[in-house]
């Protein structure tokens, strides 16, 4: 696997407490031994290990995420449908059927059971690989620095005549437990004469508002009434949306004041239910480790500590961003290079998109350039308004063609339409949606805002800001030749001309294409652009003699970033020998396309797209990343860790 380096995860200080749940359990089944060892090899050093305690039949606490074995172990498998084994439960006031702990002793489930991950968007290549672990199993085997055990059902147990409280007491001499959680207020009453101050009670609060069992009283009311908790408890733990409320539509609300609560009543807080693959609200643009910093980084605002399936994240946002070094503008590697703008929050090449790519700390801005019907060259992400715009939904609708030379399929392409058409108030950008398959759409209440961009607009955007240069894109130029008549590089090289760039040396100008063609053409014309090859994906290595070619009319070369690496079922094999013929050829060498949402990295990097960031940035030293989300990219340059700042 691919991970942070060891000196990214030092926290500072009294810094928030990373709280592995079950280990790191994003990618390894919950509470196995070796989602337990991971999270302490790729967290922080003082990373607590969350342990959900579940009782056997003969009374002995294991480790496992539900008290119902049908989620989170192969009893299913093991045990056929309507064996005896099977029964039926009312948990948390519903019926559940299923394979329960206490109806199994613990041997039976250690020689018998293996788990499997409970979270069945989660990859399967670990199930069945680990058994159970009991408590004190996990201490011995493991040796976490810090135990956390929380205890879910304490009633629940009590009814079926075994005795949660007497376990707990009984190992807490031999295993050295650092915190207990439950949302029974009466069991942690009941076990703290027998805790000892070593060891911290936490009231958890659920992600409902039912009621407590052991005190017959709401969470709703028990949240109002923090001071009698902490006659019992040393801190609460309550879900991440009882700090950040979120809207309906799934943005953030003001944040409330439980968190001052807590610290006013002498509690500390912990907040719960962080995931890195978990649709997370569209202010973070999918990213994991901005949703850490929002709980973390702002002074007394911070919580205490956070649980979370992916420790590695909440290592890396509490030592190494929370607080981010000042932004430096001297555009060193790698660079910053947008896609279509900031287009992972914005529709591609709009001004929203522009502007904010500058704002969010992009080196380089881009333009997928291309004509309308009357010549006016323009940004825009595909020359198939289908793709980019609602065009489908206007006047405009009714002029589709088919051109073989571009797509076989009927499509409205920029050519169709003159500036004007496309200036039409009726005509919106679309935001682009590329993991849609996936049900992730990007920041829906800006889908359909922006303003198309003339490629003169955008050579002025380009020309007032903190930028090293523009990176401007020419494909289908033989088309617009032959076809339309048009003549791209003569009218792009006049446009760069008159908007002053070939008499300044400030702003690098880079043209890419993957027509050598049109790359071959400019270089005998002896412009000053540096010029770019983008290779065709999947390509996993290169010949000298093919290199070579590509040095006669490029310097860089643009790759799909899944051309570095073998995969198998989203899992990286091995690196390929691309880079290492790219960079001994003395080609710079761009990264492409980098994206948030977490079904677009393998496996390896851990639903987190700083972590797939770090590995290009360090352990391939790429001198670009092209990128839908220049803010995430900028964020890590300016990491306390590494010295990118």
């Known amino acids: 696997a691919h991970r942070i380096s060891p000196e990214i995860l030092q926290p500072a200080g009294d810094a928030p407490l990373v709280i592995a749940k079950g280990g790191f359990s994003g990618v390894f089944p919950d509470s196995s031994y070796y989602a337990f060892s991971f999270a302490l090899l790729a967290s922080a050093p003082d990373t607590s290990l969350w342990c959900d305690v579940q009782l056997t039949k003969d009374g002995v606490g294991i480790c496992l995420r539900d008290i119902n074995m049908s989620n989170c172990t192969n009893a299913a498998q093991v045990y056929p449908v309507k064996n005896k084994k099977e029964a039926k439960y009312v948990i948390d006031g519903v019926p559940k059927t299923g394979y329960f702990s206490l109806d199994f002793t613990l041997s039976e489930i250690q020689t018998t059971l293996s788990l499997t991950q409970g979270i069945y968007s989660r990859t399967e290549r670990f199930d069945t690989m680990y058994s159970i ?17 929380n205890v879910q059902r304490d ?25 207990i959680s439950s949302p029974e207020l009466g069991f ?6 027998r805790a000892g101050r070593r060891t911290k009670l936490v009231f958890r609060f659920p992600d409902n508002f039912l009621s407590d069992p052991s005190t017959n009283q709401t969470y709703s009311s028990l949240s109002k009434n923090l001071t009698f908790i902490k006659t019992i408890a040393s801190g609460i733990m309550v879900p991440k949306i009882y700090i950040w409320p979120v809207t309906n539509d799934n943005y953030l609300q003001p944040p409330t004041s439980f968190v001052q609560d807590a610290h006013s ?23 994991p480790l901005q949703e850490y910093l929002s709980f973390i980084s702002d002074g007394g605002f911070s919580v205490d500590g956070v649980l979370t399936d992916y420790p590695i994240t909440a290592s890396e946002a509490i030592g190494c961003f929370a607080d981010l070094n000042a932004s430096k503008a001297d555009h060193g590697k790698p660079l910053i290079i ?10 591609d090449c709009t001004d929203l998109a522009y502007q904010n790519a500058i704002k969010d700390g992009a080196d380089v801005i881009d333009c997928a350039l291309q004509v309308t019907k009357d010549g006016v060259l323009i940004c825009m992400s595909s020359i198939n308004l289908l793709d980019t715009t609602n065009v489908q939904m206007t006047p405009f609708s009714s002029r589709t063609s088919v051109v073989p030379e571009i797509r076989d399929t009927p499509g409205i392409f920029t050519f169709n339409l003159t500036w004007n058409d496309i200036s039409d108030s009726s005509l919106k950008p679309k935001i682009s949606s590329p993991l849609s398959t996936y049900y992730l759409v990007r920041n829906p209440r800006y889908t359909n805002t922006g303003k198309f961009v003339k490629f003169s607009d955008f050579l002025e955007y380009g020309k007032d800001q903190d930028l090293s240069g523009i990176m401007i894109t020419i494909e289908n130029a033989a088309f617009m030749a032959k076809s339309l008549g048009f003549d791209v590089l003569e009218s792009l090289t006049t446009a760069l001309n008159d908007a002053g760039y070939n008499n300044q040396t400030t702003k690098e100008v880079m043209i890419q294409s993957t027509d050598s063609a049109v790359l071959v053409k400019l270089k005998q014309q002896k412009a000053k652009y540096k010029l770019v090859y983008t290779l065709q994906p999947g390509i996993g290595d290169a010949s000298a003699s093919s290199l070579a070619d590509v040095k006669e009319f490029a310097e860089a070369v643009v790759v799909d970033r899944s051309s570095f690496f073998a995969q198998s079922v989203h899992f990286i094999i091995n690196q390929t020998s691309l880079l290492t013929d790219l960079q001994s050829a003395g080609l710079t060498v761009y990264a492409q396309v980098f994206r948030n949402e977490f079904v677009s990295q393998p496996w390896d990097f851990f639903g987190d797209e700083t972590v797939e960031i770090n590995n290009y940035a360090q352990s391939l030293n790429v001198d670009g990343l092209i ?4 803010k995430t990219v900028r964020r890590y340059k300016r990491n306390s860790c590494t010295g990118l700042g």
């Open 627 to 630: 990128t839908d989300f220049p």
């Open 133 to 149: 672990l009991s408590v004190t199993d996990f201490q011995s085997n493991v040796k976490p620095p810090s135990v956390w055990l």
């Open 155 to 179: 009633i629940f147990y009590k009814q079926h005549g075994l005795n949660m409280r007497s376990y707990i007491v009984s190992i807490l001499k031999s295993v050295p437990v650092k915190y």
């Open 265 to 287: 009543a002498g509690l500390e807080i912990y907040a719960s239910d962080f995931a890195n693959d978990r649709i997370i609200p569209y202010n973070y643009s999918y990213d």
């Open 338 to 347: 947008s896609h279509n703008g900031a287009s992972g929050d914005y529709p």
């Open 188 to 193: 942690l009453k009941s076990i703290s004469k």
